[in-house]
């Protein structure tokens, strides 16, 4: 089943305990991404990566990283997590622009 | 800037109507534009995706339109059921990196 998985789907932490968000798909797309959804904001792009070992920042990028060793996964990790952090997050990804987005699951993060 | 507005954020209607969902970007140059659904608890799933060349897109029981020049797409469902309750958002894609610019959603309920 093509798929877009992350992973942990919840997650309560403290601020300064650095986390990483898994994020794996099983369709081998080329672009893959990091969003965040927060009420009355809407989904905001954190990171994006047109293809192994390519990245680059979108429009909410601070306190956030990213990596890109392999097609399948694309991690988020935050160094040192604060309470505005405290979010849904979605991955997702896609072939090109003329195939539709795959969103995974989501995950939610508080940050105390 | 690309800013995407979704009217009503909220709408409620009884089982079997049909209803239109408003979304209006501010730039017409766009790849596309892309309608998506939210389930409470779940990721999105893509609904319909019309390239800037085409005006319009049909996937069963909803009809997705385009209309550029006046920066508006509509998503219309007809025979609307329960199952259909959901927020719907709505997205451009603004340039070659995939880039997509969200609306705020419309919480759609219907009523048994």
Redesign the interface.
């Known amino acids: 089943e093509a798929q877009v998985t992350q992973n942990p789907r919840y997650l309560i932490t403290v601020t300064g305990k650095k986390l990483t968000v898994t994020c794996s798909q099983n369709m081998n797309h080329e672009y893959m991404s990091w969003y965040r959804q927060d009420p009355g904001l809407g989904l905001r792009q954190i990171y994006y990566s047109m293809n192994v070992e390519v990245t680059d920042k979108g429009d909410v990028p601070e306190g956030y990283k990213v990596s890109r060793k392999e097609k399948r996964n694309f991690p988020l990790i935050l160094e040192s997590p604060s309470p505005n952090q405290t979010s849904l997050y979605f991955c997702a990804s896609r072939m090109d622009s003329s195939y539709e987005q795959y969103f995974g699951p989501g995950t939610r993060l508080t940050v105390t | 800037k690309q800013e995407v507005t979704q009217i009503p954020a909220a709408l409620s209607v009884p089982e079997g109507e049909n209803l239109v969902l408003n979304c209006s970007f501010t730039d017409s140059a766009i ?2 534009l ?1 309608w ?1 659904r939210q389930d409470p ?6 609904l319909l ?1 019309i ?1 800037s060349s085409q005006r319009e897109q049909t996937s069963g029981r909803l009809n997705a339109s385009l209309d550029k020049s006046s920066g508006r797409s509509t998503l219309y469902i007809a025979a609307s059921q329960p199952g259909d309750s959901a927020t719907y ?1 709505c ?1 451009v ?1 603004v340039d ?5 610019i ?4 419309t919480k759609l309920i219907i009523k048994p």
């Open positions: 790849y596309n892309q998506f608890g779940k990721g999105l799933t893509s995706l390239q958002l997205a894609e070659s990196n995939y880039q997509l969200w609306g705020a959603g």
